[in-house]
């Protein structure tokens, strides 16, 4: 049984890495996810008219994932899912920075620039939140903490990472490609000026060297 996106999918990876490094670094949402589904024998196959309900069509071939049904899409699961839903994510943030919306939550042809891999991760991990719990094969559910290696930063949820002018009220400070050699220091003082903040988060990401390679 699939509790929904807050939680951990029973047949989800999980860390730490064979060099002992914690994985995941984020989670999506790979479970009761309606994808294309068409079948090649199949022409002309349409989209449902509404949403259906997963818990239904599992023995109902008129709903998507039953062999009879005309539509053109299913219900799947797995990284093949998962996998999608994060670098879909990537591409908006990337798109974000280079359409200028940085920092004032709204398009700006003089504040585009080209974000490097670190900083769409940094925002990736930054936006994540801290799912439920994680299942089990026996469909028990056990704890989570945020850094763990069920979830890494957590669920990912863009809307808590980015300024979009009228969405939210995030403020957002960014420094990219900044190179620092090894002893170098550099120093960011911030001033909160409001008591009702609930949320400061910092994220450091840099490109790491291959991890090395281990045979099974």
Known sequence: YDYGFEYLAA???????????????????GAQV??????????????PPTRPNYSTFIEDDNQPGGVNNGYGVTFMQGTSMATPVTA????????????????????????KMNPSGALVKAVLMNSGV???????????????????VHQGFGRTTI??????????????????????????FETFDF???????????VMLVWTDPAGPITGA
């Not at 001033?191 to 988060?201: G, R, W």
Request: glycine content about 6%; proline content about 5%; overall charge negative.
């Open 11 to 29: 047949f989800s990876s999980r860390g730490p890495t064979a060099d002992n490094r914690i994985k995941p670094d984020i989670v999506s949402p």
């Open 34 to 47: 309606l994808s294309a589904g068409s079948q090649p024998d199949r022409s002309n196959e349409c989209d």
């Open 88 to 111: 879909g994510t990537a591409a908006i943030v990337r798109q974000y920075f280079e359409d200028g919306y940085y920092p004032t939550g709204k398009p700006r042809d003089i504040n």
């Open 130 to 148: 801290l799912i439920k719990g994680s299942q089990s094969t026996d469909s028990k559910i056990k704890s989570t903490d945020m850094y763990d």
């Open 159 to 184: 809307n808590n990472a980015l300024k979009l002018e009228g969405e939210n009220d995030i403020s957002t400070y960014v420094q990219d490609r900044r190179h620092i050699e090894r002893l170098q």
């Open 191 to 201: 001033t909160l000026t409001s008591c009702s903040l609930n949320q400061f988060s």
